[in-house]
T-cell receptor
Framework: GDSVTQMEGPVTLSEEAFLTINCTYT??????LFWYVQYPGEGLQLLLK?????DKGSNKGFEATYRKETTSFHLEKGSVQVSDSAVYFC???????????????FGQGTILTVHP | NAGVTQTPKFRILKIGQSMTLQCTQD?????MYWYRQDPGMGLKLIYY???????DKGEVPNGYNVSRSTTEDFPLRLELAAPSQTSVYFC??????????????FGPGTRLTVL
């Protein structure tokens, strides 16, 4: 079945450092890929998404590129802020036409803490 | 526009008790979902619904039941609570399933402890 694997956390960085959170997936066909963020005490919010190979999703300074050849969707940010401290989830949705479209498969989440 | 709301925020149950977690969305979304989030784990799908009157099992449905009598509401019922159901429960909704890139909007969660 479909699966998503994220790098082990937690990740601790100083403000303005470069961030990479690795995400790889296993799925048939061409799934859509997502990054969700969960701030303390809140539900998940969509951060960015990509729907086909070589697409780049971006939002709030975060970027991730859909790499079909390496089945990866790594999250990057050039300069993190204290306000970026949160849990980050990589997720996939199967391609349309299947019976399970719309259902997300999540990675285990990566806790990011940014210190001033 | 409140989005997705969930009640209660916190609950402690004794083994064998039952309860209903409430979820309401005001975005007129057809699709609704229930997930559970265990510590250090990603979210796992319990049940989902593609519209009023239509529900289906997700990855971990055992011990839970759902109903969808209206577009807005999607309650999750726990019968005979067990310690293994201690978790944080999230409800989510999306506009439509066939448009596979549709964003899922999440509620703030219900933290349930079964003792």
């Amino acid at each position: 079945g479909d699966s998503v694997t994220q790098m082990e956390g937690p990740v601790t960085l100083s403000e303005e450092a470069f961030l990479t959170i690795n995400c790889t997936y296993t799925a048939t066909g061409y799934p859509s890929l997502f990054w969700y963020v969960q701030y303390p005490g809140e539900g998940l919010q969509l951060l960015l998404k990509a729907t086909k190979a070589d697409d780049k999703g971006s939002n709030k300074g975060f970027e991730a590129t859909y790499r079909k050849e390496t089945t990866s969707f790594h999250l990057e940010k050039g300069s993190v802020q204290v306000s970026d401290s949160a849990v980050y989830f990589c997720a996939l949705s199967p391609n349309a036409g299947g019976t399970s479209y719309g259902k997300l498969t999540f990675g285990q989440g990566t806790i990011l803490t940014v210190h001033p | 526009n409140a989005g997705v709301t969930q009640t209660p925020k916190f609950r402690i149950l004794k083994i064998g008790q039952s309860m209903t977690l409430q979820c309401t969305q005001d975005m007129n979304h057809n699709y609704m979902y229930w997930y559970r989030q265990d510590p250090g784990m990603g979210l796992k799908l319990i049940y989902y619904s593609v519209g009023a009157g239509i529900t289906d099992k997700g990855e971990v449905p055992n011990g839970y039941n759902v109903s969808r009598s209206t577009t807005e509401d999607f309650p999750l019922r726990l019968e005979l609570a067990a310690p293994s159901q201690t978790s944080v429960y999230f409800c989510a909704s999306s506009r439509t399933g066939p448009a596979r890139t549709d964003t899922q909007y999440f509620g703030p969660g219900t933290r349930l402890t079964v003792l």
